[in-house]
């Protein structure tokens, strides 16, 4: 964690920065905004529910709750299916399970059938589709890997700012049934974004390096060794501990303007207002992430964006009208956005790109807990006191605390990473360029000519996409 890992992914392939890793972007982009806005834009259609089933808004909020603990939940599952079969065909898939999930839901007859179609099949779907872009992007973006995640990021709010109203004309038009069945034509695009994702091919390898290359050992489907890094283990304990209260004061915001006396559209804007800004905090932030001297130490700067937004939810417990709403949600929307753009990237500079696939899967699976105990309790803590105070007063000490366990774990107990290669095949890869040094002058100048014929013949491949059957359907 004190630096950033190289990108340790597939031997010989470097990331390209750019050329198709901007399709791949806006595949990511597109992806992120449904996976994080869809939960809250399907919250449109509760009263609907409520009327046709003759249920109360505990029971539709599960709709929500249960896509949320698919998302987070299936991280280790997606994660073994990506080291399996590829990114583009588990996303191929995630798309299809997800939008089949709405059309059925469309036709459902009772809330628990909704509840397996809406929360269980279609949070199955997005989060077959959520992390392999993340992966995806990874492996295309390496120097301007920042800015990336900053972009992609920024779909979160983009796209709830837009389903939400789309939802609420939906409904007025089509009823609940017939917003389901579009919303889930919509989540099709899934498998347009999927399709983006080409895998890079490797560079041409001489009939010297293929013996080598053929005792690779198999890659696990789940690597646990990534508990072994410090740095990894402090990560994941910051990071239950930011979702315990990081959602809190969205949730309840809306719900505190109410009890002040304010309008339901005066209380509402303020997710407006949060989403509007969050939108351009998440890009500007991963472009001074990726500035030279803050790169590699992302890690502190992402503690800072946790100690800002905790101390943001602090001061908003103090706020008594409604222009103290507004600063709240001006300033946690900045610092909301800080924490969306740099999550990932942290987690990716920890583990580097072999072992991001399994990493992200089990962080997600330990987020998916926070995430079912942390709005829950403050609710009964809002039941037990009635005061919305105690409410923000403890989702800002959460999300402090977690930014001290990942500032102070970084700086006093994981040393910097050395310069040892992460992989054994890095290991070998070095081993052969020490040997090639200690040649003698004929034999270097031998070589030298064969590398110039081979450059004149084959272009440079690294960063090249190409379809294979074993990453593609």
Known sequence: MGAVVADDGPSGVKAPDGGWGWAVLFGCFI????????????????????????????????????????????????????????CRPVMLVGGLFASMGMVIASFCTSIVQIYLTAGVITGLGLALNFQPSLIMLNRYFDKRRPLANG?????????????????QILQHEYGWRGGFLILGGMLLNCCVCGALMRPLEPPKKSEATKEPAEKKVKK??????????????????????????????PVFVVSYAKDLGYQDTKAAFLLTILGFIDIFARPICGMVAGLKWVRPRCVYLFSFAMIFNGFT??????????????????FFGISYGMVGALQFEVLMAIVGTQKFSSAIGLVLLAEAMAVLIGPPSAGKLLDATGRYMFVFITAGIEVTTSALVLALGNFFCIKKKSEEPHTKEEAAEREELNKSEDKTPEDAKVDSIEVEH????????????VTNPETCV
């Not at 919250?43 to 003759?54: D, H, N, P, Y």
């Not at 939810?313 to 001006?330: A, R």
């Not at 081979?454 to 996409?465: H, I, Q």
Request: glycine share 12%; aromatic share 14%; hydrophobic share 50%.
């Open 220 to 249: 696990k489907l789940l690597d646990f060794s990534v508990f072994k890094d410090g740095g990894f283990v402090i990560y994941t304990l910051a990071a239950s501990i930011m979702v315990l209260g990081l959602f809190v004061p």
């Open 313 to 330: 939810d602090l001061m908003g417990s103090m706020s008594v009208d409604y222009g103290g709403l507004v600063v709240f949600c001006i």
């Open 151 to 167: 972009l992609s990021a920024a779909g979160s709010p983009v796209f709830l700012c837009a389903l939400s109203p789309l939802g």
């Open 454 to 465: 081979f450059l004149k013949d084959e272009p440079e491949k690294n960063g090249e996409v």
């Open 31 to 86: 992806i992120t905004g449904f996976s994080y806005a869809f939960p809250k834009a399907v919250s449109v259609f509760f009263k609907e529910l409520i009327r046709e089933f003759g249920i109360g808004y505990s029971d539709t909020a599960w709709i929500s709750s249960i896509l949320l603990a698919m998302l987070y939940g299936t991280g280790p599952l997606c994660s073994v299916c990506v080291n399996r079969f590829g």
